[in-house]
């Protein structure tokens, strides 16, 4: 059983940097990979960026060069680093978390737990 906690988002000009945080809580060994996704109204839920069961940092091309996912050792904490960011990045974002063997978390499929979600508005 896990439980995931984010921080509050927040708003901010376009070229500008906001770093979002999710704790993680209960039995941290069963989060096999992490990642987060994004979704604006009338659109599907989108994965932004993921650490994957293998390890590995996956970015949609979106977010490439601009995004930066990471996370504490203990698995107690996940971040998303947000830089130069864009008006079309403007959306609520969700921290997640899979207990599933070699998920990529990457697809909202493979995902067992969810953040609450945190508003990230860019304006200009």
């Known amino acids: 059983w896990l439980q995931l906690e984010e921080s509050r988002g927040g708003s901010v000009q376009a070229g500008g940097t906001l770093r979002l945080s999710c704790t993680i809580s209960?039995?941290?060994?069963?989060?096999?990979?992490m990642g987060w996704f994004r979704q604006s109204p009338g659109w599907e839920r989108e994965s932004v960026a993921a650490?994957?069961?293998?390890?590995?940092?996956l970015y949609a091309d979106v977010v490439k060069g601009r995004f930066t996912i990471s996370q504490d050792k203990d698995k107690s904490m996940m971040y998303l680093q947000m830089d130069n960011l864009k008006l079309s990045d403007t959306a609520t974002y969700y921290c997640?978390?899979?207990?599933?063997?070699?998920?990529?978390?990457?697809?909202?499929?493979?995902?067992?737990?969810w953040g609450q979600g945190a508003q990230v508005t860019v304006s200009s």
């Open positions: 997640a978390v899979s207990s599933r063997y070699g998920a990529s978390c990457r697809h909202s499929w493979e995902i067992h737990y």
């Open positions: 209960g039995n941290t060994d069963t989060a096999l990979c």
């Open positions: 650490i994957s069961y293998g390890g590995e940092s």
